[in-house]
Each structure stands twice: as structure tokens, then as C-alpha cells.
């Protein structure tokens, strides 16, 4: 079973289109994260949600909005995307806030805009 | 402000010889967690260790060794007797209590068979 699945895998879309990437964890946990990676391998926070609740929102262009139907699912919308939006978006995961433990990431998902 | 600097940006050592990556951090909290992922080639992230700044124990799991210096601000990881299926980008991080991530720019390993 995937800890925390994303879909899809990869995405390749036109510049202007909107997109979402879906991501769900089935560990029980309260905490999700979105991170960006860019083509240098940076790896960067944008958002956090614990119990459905946003409590991170890194500075990321409001063409980016976070979705989370219930605490298992933290989906990621793109609108208007731009070439600069390409790169490898990680979800993650975490227990109950407040708590030492490390986060579980998804396989991430390629996106490229063309 | 939180910062964590990995200053090595790709290593490339041959089969069975040992590799260190370097990794220093900056923060001004007194609690706070570092950790150490793996990105293997397929592009997922594996966790490798963490530790919390009160517990400067060094550690060792099979090839891996993890040292801990709180006086120097540095976490290094260090992979013994390399294997060709190390080689991947190793990537530093360090989180607050608010959970944010905060990584290191990664080092790149390559190992030759």
C-alpha cells in the first residue's frame, strides 16, 4: 500500500492552462505539505495544511491554490500556468502537529509547461 | 532565520570507498530537528535519520553513520564501503516546530563501479 500517493506522475501542459495534481495519504496523519522542486533539485516549502486547516503559506504566486477536502487529501491547483511553473511538486506528510517524527513524501509529479 | 548549508554540490568516489557529506545549520531555536533524505535517481525521497538538537548521539545503521556536533552546527552523514546503488542526491534539512522544511541545496553522489 502507498503512504501517500500522488497523481499524476507526470504532467505536460500548455502554458495558460490550469491544472490540479491530487494527492492523498492513508497514514492517519493531521499534517500535509506541498514542496516544490526546481530544475537545481531546490527543494521548497509552499504550503501546509494540519486537519484541513491552512497554517503555511510560504510566499507562492496566488495562480497556486491548496485544496483540502478532508485531512487524508491536500490537492494543488495551477491557474494561468507559466514556464517557470515546471518542476517536480512533492506532496508530504506528518503526524499530529506537534509531534518529532519525519515527513513521508509522494513519488512527486513531473510538471512541465511547453 | 533558518538556513542549512550543504557546501559540497556533487561528490563522485569509486566503489567501496567511504564518502562524507557536510552539512552546517543555522537557527536561533533551542528546539529543533534535523534530518537527512536520499533522492535516488527514480526521483522519490527516502528518509534516512532524524535527530533532535538535544540528543547529540551519533548513530550507525549498516553503512550509514550520522555525527552530531550541536558546537559546530554541523550534521554530517557518512557512507562507508560505498555501493554503486548510493549513488543519488543526499539532501539536509532542518525543521522548527511549525514543521516547515527547511533543506540544504542536496549533494550529489556518484559512485563508479
Known amino acids: 500500500d502507498t503512504a501517500v500517493s500522488q497523481t499524476p506522475k507526470y504532467l505536460v501542459t500548455q502554458m495558460g492552462n490550469d491544472k490540479s495534481i491530487k494527492c492523498e495519504q492513508n497514514?492517519?496523519?493531521?499534517?500535509m505539505y506541498w514542496y516544490k522542486q526546481d530544475s537545481k533539485k531546490f527543494l521548497k516549502i509552499m504550503f501546509s495544511?494540519?486537519?484541513?486547516?491552512?497554517?503555511i503559506n510560504e510566499t507562492v504566486p496566488n495562480r497556486f491554490s491548496p485544496k483540502s477536502p478532508d485531512k487524508a487529501h491536500l490537492n494543488l491547483h495551477i491557474n494561468s500556468l507559466e514556464l517557470g511553473d515546471s518542476a517536480v511538486y512533492f506532496c508530504?506528510?506528518?503526524?499530529?502537529?506537534?509531534?518529532?517524527?519525519?515527513?513521508?513524501f509522494g513519488q512527486g509529479t513531473r510538471l512541465t509547461v511547453v | 532565520a533558518q538556513k542549512v548549508t550543504q557546501a559540497q554540490t556533487e561528490i563522485s568516489v569509486v566503489e567501496k570507498e567511504d564518502v562524507t557529506l557536510d552539512c552546517v545549520y543555522e537557527?536561533?531555536?533551542?528546539?529543533?530537528?534535523l534530518f537527512w533524505y536520499k533522492q535516488p535517481p527514480s526521483g522519490e525521497l527516502v528518509f534516512l535519520i532524524r535527530r533532535n538538537s538535544f540528543d547529540e548521539q551519533n548513530e550507525i545503521s549498516g553503512r550509514y553513520s550520522w555525527n552530531f556536533q550541536k558546537s559546530t552546527s554541523s550534521f554530517n552523514f557518512t557512507i562507508t564501503a560505498s555501493q554503486v546503488v548510493d549513488s543519488a542526491v543526499y539532501f539536509c534539512?532542518?525543521?522548527?516546530?511549525?514543521?516547515?522544511?527547511?533543506f540544504g541545496a542536496g549533494t550529489t553522489v556518484t559512485v563508479r563501479a
Open positions: 508530504a506528510s506528518s503526524p499530529i502537529r506537534g509531534v518529532n517524527t519525519e515527513a513521508f
Open positions: 497514514l492517519g496523519h493531521d499534517t
Open positions: 537557527t536561533r531555536d533551542t528546539t529543533y530537528y
Open positions: 495544511y494540519n486537519n484541513k486547516e491552512l497554517i
Open positions: 534539512a532542518l525543521q522548527r516546530d511549525d514543521y516547515k522544511l527547511s
